[in-house]
């Protein structure tokens, strides 16, 4: 039962004319709410016509939870400066570049992440099994680079909001882009079962 109906029920007694008034002012309410676009927009419908197509998402890779995430592709597959729906999830996400270049060049901090590995092998593995195809520093690829149009809006809704960022300031900011706090840091602890990598750990490239 919505808010509208408990007002209604609640205000029968008082005749007719109450009923319809507050009902029709319930509907203009709802118009209003309707077109409000989010992100500038005058209406959500503006916005969704910016979106130009969709993003397969081929694994539960953490990159696609983060505000800005590269996808290395072998050929061109993106637009820049076009929107695209992200997975089965409702998130909208922009091209932000799309840069053609040899592998070699591309920093491997990039390609880790890219592919969730952060052993050579184990990256060129990845990539070699998305492309069909052998691949090496020579190899032409491209590199997309996105950021989910949400979290990043809301980082700078934050940054117009504050002019101190002090721990306290930064916490309640992340959980707010993010819905939890990520501010714990990542090393290894002798208190869990499952070791975690140092960065210092990782094999020479």
Not at 41 to 70: A, C, G, M, Q, W
Not at 178 to 203: A, C, M, N, P
């Amino acid at each position: 039962m919505g808010l509208e109906q408990f007002i209604d029920e609640d205000l029968s007694s008082s005749g007719s004319d109450n009923n319809e008034d507050d009902s029709n002012e319930s509907q203009d309410q709802k118009q209003a709410e309707d077109n409000t676009g989010p992100y500038g927009y005058e209406s959500y419908s503006e916005f969704e016509d910016t979106v130009e197509d969709h993003v397969s998402v081929n694994s539960d890779s953490i990159k696609y939870r983060l505000p800005v995430f590269p996808i290395i592709t072998k050929d061109s597959e993106y637009n820049t400066a076009a929107r695209y729906t992200l997975g089965d999830a409702e998130g909208i996400v922009s091209c932000l570049s799309t840069q053609q270049m040899t592998l070699g060049n591309v920093p491997r901090e990039v390609i880790m992440l890219d592919t969730g590995e952060v052993e050579k092998d184990e990256c060129m593995s990845e990539l070699e099994d998305r492309f069909g195809s052998d691949v090496g520093p020579d190899t032409q690829v491209v590199v997309n680079t996105f950021h989910q149009v949400r979290h990043v809006v809301k980082m700078a809704m934050a940054d117009s909001m504050t002019d101190d960022w002090s721990i306290k300031d930064t916490e309640h900011a992340m959980k707010a882009i993010h819905g939890e706090s990520y501010t714990q840091r990542f090393r290894k602890s002798d208190d869990v079962d499952t070791e975690l990598k140092g960065h210092t750990d990782i094999e020479h490239w």
